[in-house]
Nanobody
Framework: QLQVEESGGGLVQPGGSLRLSCEASGFSFDYLRAVGWFRQVPGQARKGIACISGGDGGSYYSDSVKGRFIASIDSAKKTVYLQMDNLKPEDTAVYFC?????????????????????WGKGTLVTVSP
């Protein structure tokens, strides 16, 4: 069974940092090479914020996180990370990891969910004083 599971969420003060992890089971990111991080605030649509290609290493970041968040893949550990720095209250959300076959550009992975077939259950990040 192909699954991904997020971890690492929690409460952090504004300006602080967190690192989220997304561990794959049943597959490797060498096989399903489209990987993305998405977040959702209650009452709002889920949005793609960081997507990377396990194939060519290309990446896409939404304007809201560009320059503050970095996504990376550790293929040996079958884990994808999202390093989040300079966190702001507006980053408060449930964060989801998704993976799937690489079908299009990293932009379309994030914006149109292309290839995002396998989703985790999410981890809550709260940024508050």
């Amino acid at each position: 069974q192909l699954q991904v599971e997020e971890s690492g969420g929690g409460l952090v003060q504004p300006g602080g940092s967190l690192r989220l992890s997304c561990e794959a089971s049943g597959f490797s990111f060498d096989y399903l090479r489209a990987v993305g991080w998405f977040r959702q605030v209650p009452g709002q649509a889920r949005k793609g914020i960081a997507c990377i290609s396990g194939g060519d290493g290309g990446s896409y970041y939404s304007d809201s996180v560009k320059g503050r968040f970095i996504a990376s893949i550790d293929s040996a550990k079958k884990t994808v990370y999202l390093q989040m720095d300079n966190l702001k209250p507006e980053d408060t959300a449930v964060y989801f990891c998704a993976a799937g076959p690489e079908m299009s550009t990293v932009h379309d992975m994030c914006v149109h969910y292309d290839g995002m077939n396998y989703w985790g259950k999410g981890t809550l990040v709260t940024v508050s004083p």
